[in-house]
């Protein structure tokens, strides 16, 4: 029996355990995953952090400074492991938790590896274990490869083929830009993307953020628009992607057939891949039992709390439970103030 745990071994994980190291509370990490480091695990080779080591980390302990102008995925793991054997972090894994129950004053955690309890549960699933992929007509269709970037890992399986790369956003034009070395692409979108300053990176989106929590904070407003920010970070890949002329974006698919895919325009075109980077909803199946969730997997919240389940926290989902919490810079915060409401309400 604990008086917490924590659904969850990546970084938001880890962030709420350096907070808990000095409350006295008896709780454990369930990740569902065999090693250290989280999602990180099963992203794409050359995928890199958008910030320096230096503007990266999570608390208590700075990212080692990297070789690479943002650190590779490689480093990431490492220091995800290094931090959590560092802080000696409780972590039980691979635990994969199916259902999280009320009964009584206490939660039941059901697991492959057995029950387990608590007086209280932060889930810190993140989102990729559900990858989002658009309901397109016709798609049930395509006799080619389809595969989501959550199960991309490099580009060489697709050399010399004919690769439609979906979604506009960072995801989509880091893809796009490593394919397109080696295989004839295109690049499907619904909106025009938007391309960030080249000198904008990690740093100046977290300063953002971060206006934009204060300024909600004095309840004073916020206009994002007068940072002249868009969506997608030109990280060196991207650059060099735009030098060969490849960011550029042929429009939006009205349908998919048998052999590819038909244009808004009505003109048809055949491919032999289609890459999915079209995002993800939220990790949280296993919290259905405690109440109702939209399609994206959202809880109603204020802030980390859960607005309809006392007792339950969610932390590092992005914008939805706290701004720039899909981040490692930008998770410590509401990690901070997350266990600090614990902290009293397993103390009632």
Not at 237 to 257: C, D, F, H, P
Request: glycine content about 12%.
């Amino acid at each position: 029996m604990y008086d917490l745990i924590i659904i969850g071994g990546g970084q938001s994980a880890l962030a709420c355990a350096y907070y808990l190291r000095r409350t006295g509370l008896r709780y454990v990490l369930l990740d569902n995953q065999p090693d250290c480091g989280g999602a990180w695990q099963h992203a794409w080779d050359s995928l890199t952090l958008f910030s320096p080591a230096e503007q990266s980390s999570l608390p208590g302990w700075w990212m080692p400074k990297s070789s690479h102008p943002f650190p590779t995925r490689a480093e990431v793991i490492d220091y995800l492991c290094r931090y959590e054997q560092r802080y000696e972090v409780p972590v039980h894994r691979p635990v994969d938790v199916s259902a999280v129950s009320r009964q009584a004053d206490r939660f039941q955690v059901d697991t492959n590896q057995g029950r387990y309890s608590a007086r209280a549960i932060i889930s810190a699933t993140g989102t990729w274990g559900k990858p989002f992929i658009p309901d397109v007509p016709g798609r049930e269709t395509f006799e080619g490869m389809q595969l989501h970037s959550a199960f991309y890992k490099s580009a060489g399986a697709f050399a010399g083929q004919k690769v439609l790369v979906v979604g506009e956003g960072n995801s989509g034009a880091q893809i796009l830009a490593e394919v397109s070395k080696v295989a004839t692409t295109a690049w499907a979108v619904r909106r025009t993307p938007q391309f960030l300053p080249d000198d904008v990176d990690g740093r100046v989106l977290f300063n953002v953020a971060s206006a934009k929590y204060y300024a909600e904070q004095r309840g004073e407003p916020f206009d994002a628009k007068k940072f002249g920010l868009g969506n997608i970070v030109m990280i060196p890949s991207v650059l060099e992607a735009r030098s060969r002329g490849v960011l550029k974006a042929t429009g939006q698919i009205a349908s998919v057939n048998q052999t590819g895919v038909v244009w808004a325009n009505g003109k048809e075109e055949e491919f032999d891949v289609i890459l999915w980077c079209t995002g993800f909803g939220y990790a949280t199946g296993h919290l259905r039992p405690l109440g109702r969730q939209d399609e994206r997997g959202r809880m109603p919240t204020d802030g980390t709390r859960s607005a309809e389940v006392p007792g339950l926290w969610l932390v590092g989902y992005g914008g939805w439970t706290g701004f720039a919490s899909a981040t490692m810079i930008g998770v410590g915060r509401s990690a901070q103030r997350t266990v600090k409401e614990v902290v009293q309400w397993v103390g009632k």
